[in-house]
Structures are given as structure tokens and as C-alpha cells.
């Protein structure tokens, strides 16, 4: 290659090379990827309306400039929707611009609250670009409020054109907003110490034992009871379907509590020459009702007579 063509080939590629994008275009870039119908091209001409785009020096300041075009585009719909309201004579057509009005109104609060909270920088912090993502979510929904109003009385909307703007910088506001929130972090599984477990684990076998001797009173008053009829057999059969519904809560309760034990992972034993699992109550062996009740009249009630129900 001639002296004379390497000096034009790197005038040429040194531009080229150090060209970098800006935080507009990267910005927009990532909005058209997910707005394709959108597109870069418009996200761009909604920046460049504002000569502070230019100056913003990450998304956040974007977001918080989108915010406020969105929400000029909001007062001057407003103002126009006044206008007609004012001129409107036919009292339906004023009902359903009011819907508007206060649609746009609600809107350009909560544009406002958006733009304040991303405007405050770093110092917002992740809590205020979530409730601006909030105020943007609901500005969102002023056009389609506006046009369901006419959509719904099968009505000519002479919004659709406002309606329709207003939905696009709305969007590009919320998106940028939203790209800020950070991905949410996988749970860690829930731990529970060997108390806890314990607890947990006797809850379960009390609770099987309450059930089974629902079971075993259903049983004995069906037996004693059966000659009788008319209304008191009527009104036990009731107080019986009570007690087998109680019996299948409190089965569902139990296997609720197996769950728990199942999934919840145990945390180390800080300082104990036991090991968890003999912390732990076996599930399988003989249970003392009495150390958990608390309470024993003594009394067999499956054969005792004096029982009065």
C-alpha cells in the first residue's frame, strides 16, 4: 500500500474507532429491542424535544427527562380536553370527556411524582425508582381510560390521535424507568432452628390426635344414638357432620405442617454435641397426649355412660 493510501485509510477508520455510542443511544437501543413497534427512531426524537438529553449521563436522568415530556404531553391534552368540554353541548359527549379530564388530570400528578423521584439521583436510591415506576404504571393507563369512555357509548373518540401520542412517550418514560430495577435475587430457602422444628413436628402429631378422636366421637354417638329419631337425632347428626368436617381440617392442617417440615432446611446446630435429628422428635414413636394437653380427666368417654352428649 502507497504512503499516501495509509495516510487516507487511517483518517477514515480513526473516526470510525473512536466513536463511542451515548447514554441516549444505548438507552434507546435497549427501549427498541423491547418496543420494536415503538422503535429507536422515535425514542431518539423524544429525547432530542429536550435539550437536556444531551446532557444526561445515564438512564436514570433519561428516565426522569422522559417523565417530564410525558407529562407536558399530558397538561396540553388536558387543556384541549377542557376546550372541548367547554364547547360540547351534548351532555353525554361532556360526561365522557370528563372521564378524560380526570384520566389526563390523575396523569400529570402522577408524571410529576415519577419525574421528582428519579430526578433526586443516586440519593433516591432503589425505593424511588420503584414508586416512579408505580406513578408511570398508572399514567399509563390514562389514554385507554379516555378511549374505552367513547369505545363503550359507540363513540368516535376525538382523542385518538392525543390518546394514541400520549401512550408512546408514556411507554418510552416507563421502560426506561423500569430498566432501572434491578433483577429480583433468588430466595434462600427458609431455615427454622431445632426448636421451631419441634414445636412444629408435636403440632402435627396433636393435631392427628385431636383427629382421630373426633373420628372416635363420631363413632360412639352414632352407636349410642342410633334408636333415637325425630329432631334430637336431626340436631346430633348435624353436630356429627360438624365434627367430621372439623376432623378433615384439622387432617388438611397437619399435612399442611408435614409440608413445612419437608421443605423448610434445617440450620446448623450453633453448640450442641446432639445432632438435629435427635433434637427432633420422631414422628413415628409413641407421643405423650398429656405432656402437650396439659390436661386428663381420666375418663374413657368411647364407654363411659354419664357422658351427656
Known amino acids: 500500500m502507497k504512503p499516501m493510501s495509509s495516510v487516507l485509510f487511517v483518517l477514515l477508520i480513526l473516526p470510525m474507532c473512536s466513536r463511542s455510542s451515548s447514554p441516549l443511544q444505548d438507552t434507546c437501543r435497549s427501549f427498541a429491542a423491547g418496543h420494536p413497534s415503538i422503535g429507536y427512531e422515535y425514542c431518539i426524537r423524544v429525547f432530542q424535544a429536550d435539550k437536556d438529553s444531551a446532557e444526561a449521563t445515564d438512564a436514570r436522568g433519561l428516565a426522569a427527562i422522559a417523565a417530564r415530556i410525558a407529562e407536558a404531553k399530558a397538561n396540553a391534552t388536558a ?145 349410642a344414638f342410633q334408636p333415637v329419631s325425630g329432631p334430637v337425632l336431626n340436631e346430633m347428626n348435624r353436630a356429627l357432620v360438624q365434627i367430621e368436617d372439623l376432623a378433615k381440617d384439622l387432617d388438611h392442617l397437619a399435612l399442611e405442617k408435614d409440608w413445612e417440615m419437608e421443605h423448610m432446611a434445617p440450620s446448623p446446630i450453633a453448640s450442641s454435641s446432639e445432632t438435629e435429628d435427635e433434637l427432633l422428635l420422631d414422628y413415628d414413636s409413641e407421643l405423650n397426649p398429656d405432656d402437650i394437653v396439659g390436661y386428663d380427666d381420666g375418663r374413657d368417654y368411647s364407654t363411659d355412660d354419664t357422658y351427656p352428649y
Do not use: W
Open 79 to 223: 387543556a384541549r380536553i377542557a376546550a372541548m368540554g367547554a364547547l360540547e353541548r351534548d351532555a353525554r359527549r361532556r360526561d365522557r370527556l370528563s372521564v378524560c379530564a380526570e384520566a389526563y388530570s390523575d396523569a400529570v400528578d402522577q408524571l410529576g411524582q415519577a419525574e421528582e423521584e428519579l430526578a433526586r439521583g443516586a440519593e433516591g436510591g432503589a425505593a424511588g425508582i420503584d414508586d416512579a415506576v408505580t406513578q408511570l404504571s398508572a399514567a399509563l393507563d390514562a389514554p385507554e381510560t379516555c378511549e374505552d369512555a367513547f369505545g363503550e357509548a359507540a363513540d368516535t373518540s376525538p382523542l385518538a390521535g392525543e390518546d394514541a401520542e400520549f401512550k408512546k412517550l408514556a411507554t418510552v418514560a416507563l421502560a426506561v424507568a423500569a430498566s432501572l430495577v434491578p433483577p429480583p435475587s433468588t430466595p434462600r430457602p427458609r431455615t427454622m432452628d431445632s426448636e421451631n422444628a419441634k414445636l412444629r413436628r408435636a403440632l402435627a402429631h396433636l393435631i392427628r390426635v385431636v383427629e382421630q378422636r373426633c373420628a372416635d366421637i363420631v363413632d360412639v354417638v352414632h352407636g
